[in-house]
């Protein structure tokens, strides 16, 4: 498991098992394990993220209900805007271990998916100080998750995928009037380079998440 959290497809898509299915079924203690990490560090900009990802768009499934449930015992999980399962992390759940069910968009195949991004979205001015940092922030998470050694080993993190509702935004200006373009799967790529010597990015609209970017 070490090795595969070191991978940048485990970044963008990892601990994949893809279904056609609608109704996914997980013990609580299977989150838990990867989840914890956003507890060392709650002052870190990046965190691990639970998601179900539409294989044909790439883009976040819509989450129709989430819950926890054992015997007598029921509780809904919130859903964030942009399709994150906002599975609670607490020891005392994890003695209890009860099943985590998420039922997901009927007409997606939807594959389930943890993922290293950014807690707040971006959005309005970006400079390199801020890329940086979070970018710093997300090697330590990725390190955390592999295990002791795992950061003589990581691919180094050299810039974020930015990720936006399909056809919300085409293209995005630099200040120094290069254009960073936006996929048909809303994703733009913005690196530490991008931003040398001064050069901002302005982004219009919000992210739906903002993802480390390692080249393959």
Same mark, same amino acid.
């Given at each position: 498991?070490?090795?595969?959290?070191?991978?940048?497809?485990?970044?963008?898509?990892?601990?994949?098992?893809?279904?056609?299915a609608q109704?996914?079924?997980?013990?609580?203690?299977?989150?838990?394990?990867?989840?914890?990490?956003?507890?060392?560090?709650?002052?870190?900009?990046?965190?691990?993220?639970?998601?179900?990802?539409?294989?044909?768009?790439?883009?976040?499934?819509?989450?129709e209900k989430?819950?926890?449930?054992?015997?007598?015992?029921?509780?809904?999980?919130?859903?964030?805007?942009?399709?994150?399962?906002?599975?609670?992390?607490?020891?005392?759940?994890?003695?209890?271990?009860?099943?985590?069910?998420?039922?997901?968009?009927?007409?997606?195949?939807?594959?389930?998916?943890?993922?290293?991004?950014?807690?707040?979205?971006?959005?309005?001015?970006?400079?390199?100080?801020?890329?940086?940092?979070?970018?710093?922030?997300?090697?330590?998470?990725?390190?955390?998750?592999? /295990?002791?050694?795992?950061?003589?080993? *990581?691919?180094?993190?050299? @810039? +974020? &995928? =930015?990720?936006?509702?399909?056809?919300?935004?085409?293209?995005?200006?630099?200040?120094?009037?290069?254009?960073i373009p936006?996929?048909?799967? /809303?994703?733009?790529?913005?690196?530490? *380079?991008?931003?040398?010597? @001064? +050069? &901002? =990015?302005?982004?219009?609209?919000?992210?739906?998440?903002?993802?480390?970017?390692?080249?393959?």
């Open positions: 498991m070490k090795t595969r959290f070191l991978t940048a497809a485990l970044l963008i898509a990892g601990l994949s098992s893809s279904a056609f109704e996914y079924m997980f013990t609580y203690s299977k989150l838990y394990s990867p989840l914890k990490h956003n507890l060392k560090n709650p002052n870190s900009e990046a965190k691990v993220g639970l998601f179900f990802t539409n294989f044909a768009t790439k883009q976040p499934c819509r989450i989430a819950w926890m449930e054992k015997e007598q015992h029921y509780e809904d999980i919130m859903i964030s805007d942009n399709g994150e399962v906002n599975v609670p992390v607490d020891d005392n759940l994890k003695s209890a271990n009860p099943l985590v069910y998420i039922h997901t968009q009927k007409e997606a195949r939807c594959d389930y998916s943890l993922v290293v991004l950014s807690k707040k979205p971006f959005y309005g001015q970006v400079d390199y100080a801020k890329l940086d940092s979070l970018t710093v922030q997300m090697q330590e998470v990725l390190g955390e998750l592999g /295990g002791m050694f795992s950061s003589w080993f *990581a691919p180094d993190i050299e @810039g +974020v &995928t =930015l990720e936006f509702k399909p056809d919300e935004l085409h293209q995005i200006m630099l200040s120094n009037g290069k254009v936006v996929s048909e799967q /809303g994703k733009a790529v913005l690196k530490l *380079a991008d931003l040398s010597d @001064g +050069v &901002t =990015l302005a982004i219009p609209v919000e992210t739906q998440r903002v993802m480390p970017f390692i080249k393959k």
